[in-house]
């Protein structure tokens, strides 16, 4: 599959950035990390896929090492660049798996609103609630030669999660690598974690650098800025105007009165190009012919008229945890489509969600679809559940933390671009698309 991308940089930490339209499906951890690649691939720290929707930009964020993050706010300027070089636009919502952003570009400055950070264990990836997140440096285990550096630890999230070491003196590269490498993955924090070294020059100045989760230092990091300029602004260490002075350059920050969090600094585009992923040689893989297949079936979906659309999904899992596999049949005036794909170390309840979610994406905005599925799992969530755990900080009634809450989060974004009716069908009792749909999920669970 040949796909076009952008390739950008914003002081330094740079972006490959792809229309998600020219994919079949989506990106799986081996093409991500050769596409980040700087030897065999394009080279970038962070891989964005978005999506435009007249002012409104979808997008994700993948690292260098294939995981996932929730925001890039030097990519977030990056993509407002862009759509003003490709469509004219000015103002950008930002819609990301954490929560939306908004962009302005004035007189050729680009504005990043971050808005009010959290400091919720629950966005932080910290299950113990008594721990103090902005007294960290007793939980970390750092050996003295390690703390003789820090005057500080505290965590916070901007939409992704942050470590701020505070520093009293510079930080050797070795001594920085180690603590970074290690506190990355310390088990305090669930999903990883961001980890910053700051060093307070002056009431106006900090300097900064930024070990990022799944990349490492990078040149600079616009969330990281914005999470270590508000911080220092709370423990009344500078302003609420400040120049954050990082390897790649510098960036402005404002904090205002509500606390929300204002970031100003440049963006740069580098070049455009075409690259081919997937298998190169004379036989097809099984994942160049199920994407031919997807790219069939997208055609497909073009023909097919909006409205009276009905989608009939299933899941599968060999273990549950375990290799599991996702199944769609889309049928409408012109014919019928079959999706699916699968994950090697998943659950049934992803995969019951991923069905729907990767078959609305498929689906021009704004049709009418009934979709079909045998999981009360799904529909009860979609239609009853999620709303409370929206009110709720994403928790249960049991004010337990609801699981897969980024694929709920997806599944609600999805559904909101169209016309939506839920059913429910008993599974197994003779329904052939309901069967056909559990057929292709089982055929993707991997050994």
């Known amino acids: 599959m040949k796909i076009s991308f952008d390739k950008m940089q914003g002081l330094g930490n740079d972006f490959v950035l792809i229309e998600e339209s020219?994919?079949?499906?989506?990106?799986?951890?081996?093409?991500?990390?050769?596409?980040?690649d700087r030897k065999f691939g394009i080279g970038c720290d962070t891989l964005?896929?978005?999506?435009?929707?007249?002012?409104?930009i979808s997008a994700k964020f993948f690292n260098s090492d294939g995981s996932e993050a929730e925001i890039c706010v030097n990519a977030a300027r990056c993509l407002a660049l862009l759509m003003k070089k490709n469509f004219g636009l000015l103002e950008l919502d930002l819609k990301t798996k954490s929560k939306t952003y908004k962009t302005k570009i004035v007189d050729e400055k680009i504005f990043v609103n971050v808005g009010r950070p959290s400091f919720s264990h629950l966005d932080l990836g910290i299950s113990d609630r008594n721990i103090d997140v902005d007294d960290l440096l007793p939980k970390l285990n750092l050996i003295r030669s390690e703390i003789f550096y820090i005057?500080?630890?505290?965590?916070?999230?901007?939409?992704?999660?942050h470590l701020i070491l505070f520093v009293k003196k510079s930080v050797p590269q070795k001594i920085k690598q180690k603590i970074g490498e290690k506190l990355e993955k310390f088990p305090l924090f669930e999903n990883r974690i961001n980890v910053s070294f700051a060093k307070i020059i002056n009431e106006l100045e900090i300097q900064l650098e930024v070990f990022e989760r799944g990349v490492g230092f990078t040149l600079a990091c616009g969330s990281g800025a914005s999470a270590t300029a508000f911080l220092a602004y709370k423990f009344k260490l500078i302003g609420n105007k400040i120049r954050i002075k990082q390897p790649g350059g510098d960036l402005e920050i404002f904090i205002k009165d509500d606390g929300s969090i204002i970031q100003k600094g440049p963006a740069n585009y580098v070049f455009e190009g075409k690259i081919s992923i997937g298998s190169d040689d004379g036989d097809l893989s099984d994942d160049d012919e199920k994407a031919i297949s997807n790219e069939k079936s997208k055609k497909l979906l073009e023909k097919i008229p909006n409205g009276n659309l009905k989608v009939y999904t299933d899941g599968a899992c060999s273990g549950n945890p375990g290799p599991g596999g996702w199944g769609a049949v889309i049928i409408g005036d012109d014919g019928e489509v079959e999706l699916c794909g699968g994950e090697s170390d998943t659950t049934n309840n992803r995969m019951e969600l991923l069905g729907p979610i990767n078959a609305l994406k498929k689906i021009p905005d704004e049709t009418e679809i009934e979709i079909f599925t045998d999981s009360s799992y799904v529909k009860n969530g979609i239609t009853n559940w999620i709303e409370d755990w929206e009110k709720n900080n994403w928790r249960t009634s049991a004010k337990k933390p609801v699981k897969n809450k980024e694929l709920w989060i997806e599944l609600r974004d999805q559904v909101a671009r169209h016309q939506v009716t839920w059913r429910w069908i008993k599974g197994h009792n003779g329904d052939s698309y309901n069967e056909r749909a559990d057929e292709l999920a089982r055929s993707e669970c991997k050994k």
């Open 22 to 36: 020219q994919l079949s499906e989506d990106l799986c951890e081996k093409n991500i990390k050769f596409l980040c």
């Open 48 to 56: 964005v896929v978005y999506r435009r929707k007249k002012n409104e």
């Open 151 to 161: 005057d500080r630890a505290c965590a916070i999230s901007v939409g992704n999660p």
